[in-house]
Each structure stands twice: as C-alpha cells, then as structure tokens.
C-alpha cells in the first residue's frame, strides 16, 4: 500500500515509476469503503476517477502531465462539479446535478489532479460539528466519539484519514480551520476574493472563501497557488497578481507578531490550549522573531456581528430553494403558497430554517437598522481595529479554537454555545484578511490542537512562511 507524504514525493514517485495513478485511485476506494463508518463521503466518483487516472497516467508517460497529477482531492458538497451531484448536504437539492464546474475545479482539473468525490459537511455550511448534515454526523478519525468540527468536517476527516490526499473546503466563519484544528491537519483561509466564489453555493456572500485542507503546510501553498486569481465570473475575485506560495516557504525572515491578550486570557480558553500556544510563542521566540501581547477590545462582538450579517445574507441567498425551478417540491402542495412552504419546511434542516428565520427577522422593518445595519458599523470597527495592528506588527496569533474535539451531543442542545465555538476563528473573514490553522501540538486527552495566525489582506505568501515553521510541540 502506498503511504502519502507530501504532493512533491508523490510526484516524484509517479515519475519513477513506483507508483501509478491508477493505483492510487483503487487503493483510495478501497479504503473510502473501508472506512465507510465515518461518513466522510456521500458519494464517489469510482467511474470518472478511474477516467482520470488512466489519462494522467499516459501524461506522465509522456512528460507533460501538471503540477498536480495524481494529486486525489475530495471537494465539498457544496463546490460544483460539472455531470455530479451536489447538495449542499441538504435534502432540498437531493438529486440535482450541477450544470457546470466551479472555477476551482476547472483549475485543479487543468493541473491533472483526479477528483474522486463529494464530502459531508454541514447542511449549507452552518455548523461547527458536523452535525448538522441531512447525510448524518461525520466522525473524526482520531476519535469517532468526538466531532471533527465544521462546516467541512467530511474534508478535514478525508484528509485526516487518508481517504484523499487534499481536499476543497469552504470558510465563512472558520469553516477550514476549525475542524483542521480538530483533526491535525493544516487548513487555510485565503482573502477575501483571493479564491473565485463561482461554482460555491453560497451561504454569506462577503464572508464565504474556497480554500484547502492538507497535510503540510507545503501542500497547502501549492493547491492554494494553483486555485486563486482572478474569475471574470466572480466579480468579488481580485485581479491581485498570484505570488508564488511555494517559493516563498524556502525565506527565513524574522517577523514581528502580536497575540491577542483578549484570547489568551479569556476564561473558556482549555489550559492546555493555553499552555500549547504559550510554548509556541516562547519557541518563535528563541527562533528570533519578536512577539508581543496586543489588545483587542472587540472580542466579544465578534460572534454577535458574525451570525447578525451571516444569516442575513444566507436569508437572502438561500430564497433561491423553492422547490419550483430544481431540488426538492413537496408532494403536498397545493398552490404555489404552499409548495414554497411546504418544499421547504420539509427540505430544509433545522438549523438552516433557525438562520433564514433569524436572517429575515434582522432585516425586517423596524429591525434593520437595530441589526443588520449596526452590525456593519462594528464589522467596520472590527476591520479598522485590526488594520490597526498590521500597522506594527506582520501577523496576529491566537489558539485555533477554545479547546480539542467535543463529544457528539456536547453543544448541539444549544446553539448560542456552539455559536461561540467560532469565537477565535471569526475575525479573519469578518476582516476579510487570511487566516491560517496549523497543528501545535497535542492533548492529554490524545487529541490534536491548533494554532492560528492571521495575517494582512493578500499576505497569504508571508503566512504560508511562517506556518511551515511552526512543529507541534509534546
């Protein structure tokens, strides 16, 4: 059996022989099905990866294969592909084929890396457990007992698991890197309108960003490399030239970092987590990079801005599942009135049908300016704030999240309690800057834990240099 590395080994092996394409893909369906009890997958494209393979496979043969071929990514069930399913792991779109590729999987595509499925996540992508999926609750492979975080636990679990060797996740409120933290993977947060949205389903339009979940830091630069730039089909895209991530991980600069005081010394914090991070400043320390306590006085708005503007814009978003044009139409309809109610009163899941209602209440007359519109004063304040320590500083650092994996069960009772699960990872999308999960070292409890760095808006080469320094310590 062959035991993934990096992209860059495998390349190597591909080249030489060792290893085929067509291989990789069997094995990787082997153990898909092996490990079925996860639920990391909702569907495999046995047929058109085998396709793939065996093309790439004649492309190496003959030199001209792409930077990453037989690369095997597993995308998220809300990334379009074109002639597969997606649904968003919702029974809305049970069924419906997507008409075209997103952008990010024509570019994978035109790289040769072999797309072999669609992962669970969170039903439209709102959740931080993964159980909020129509397919059923994705274990994490470290402990099928705890949850691998969320939205895209199925793609942190993929990874984490060996099912694949990167996949494509969405963030919107730390969707990447929370369950990367959980599962000891490295998962990445672009800026905002560094990756093309078009082909993303939407969930909160200027806060959802595409990016990847990988094994190394080193992986993660050469597929983000590889999926940003700008899409003529996404408007929000930026024409920002594309750095060469990979190359820039080889500098060995010193950089000047701030930690929030706030998210150091809040009280949910696990010591652990705590001890973890403060072994890891110490270290950049010693490495000779300057680091220093910041304040941040908006720490507790920031959960409270996120979930008034998310559920906003996904209220506005996701009118567009009424069962008329494609996905699920209730049986029990009797007018148009009711078939709209009906579809999705039986369509859509509880939590999703908790943030359209919350969404349309702080948009309502009489509640506007209340919410959504103060909500947009402090994501400002929120923005200013931390373009104000970028002045003086290259980077911020906090924990990835306040503590390892929960228990299934733990925090889905209550939603304000989940909620406050994204309460590290939020500022980087309200702020629109890149953020970064990568493994700091490890639990009592056996489980992985996190560190975060953010950095300034298209700074993601410097962010990707100093992650790959950063080693989970014992």
Known sequence: MYSFSTIQTLQSDLKSGKVSCTSLVEQALLLIEEKKRLNAFLE???????????????????????????????????????GHKVSASSKILEGFESLYSATVVEKLLAED?????????????????????????????????????????GAAAAVAADLCHVTLGSDTGGSIRQPASFTGTVGIKPTYGRVSRYGLIAYASSFDQIGP???????????????????????????????????????????KIAYLKECIEAEGLDPEVRASVLKQIDTLKMAGHTVEAVSFPYLDYLVPIYYVITTAEASSNLSRFSGIHYGHRSDKGTDLEST???????????????????????????????????GQKVRRLVYNKTKEIFKTHDFILTPSTPGTAFEFGKNSADPIKMYLEDIFTVQAPIAGIPAISVPCGKHS?????????????FEESKLLNLASKIKPLS
């Open 44 to 82: 495999v494209f046995k047929d058109s990866a085998l396709r793939q393979a065996k093309e790439i496979d004649k492309k190496i043969k003959d030199g001209k294969a792409g930077r990453l071929a037989g690369v095997i990514v597993g995308l998220k069930d809300n990334i379009c592909y074109k």
């Open 113 to 153: 890396a072999i797309i072999i499925g669609r992962l669970n996540c969170d039903e439209f992508a709102m959740g931080s457990s993964n159980e909020n999926s129509a397919y059923g609750n994705v274990l994490n492979p470290l402990n099928e007992k705890c949850v691998p975080g969320g939205s895209s636990g």
């Open 213 to 255: 979940v990988t094994k190394t830091v080193e992986d993660c630069a050469l597929v983000l490399e590889i999926i940003s730039g700008n899409d003529p089909h996404d408007n929000t895209s930026s024409s920002k030239k594309v750095e060469n991530y990979t190359a820039a991980l080889s500098t060995d600069k010193k950089y």
């Open 340 to 374: 709209y109610k009906k579809s999705r009163s039986e369509g859509f899941g509880k939590e999703v049908k908790r943030r359209i209602m919350l969404g349309t209440f702080v948009l309502s007359a009489g509640y506007y300016d209340a919410y959504y519109s103060k």
């Open 445 to 457: 409890n056996g489980l992985p834990m996190g560190l975060q760095l953010m950095a300034d808006s």
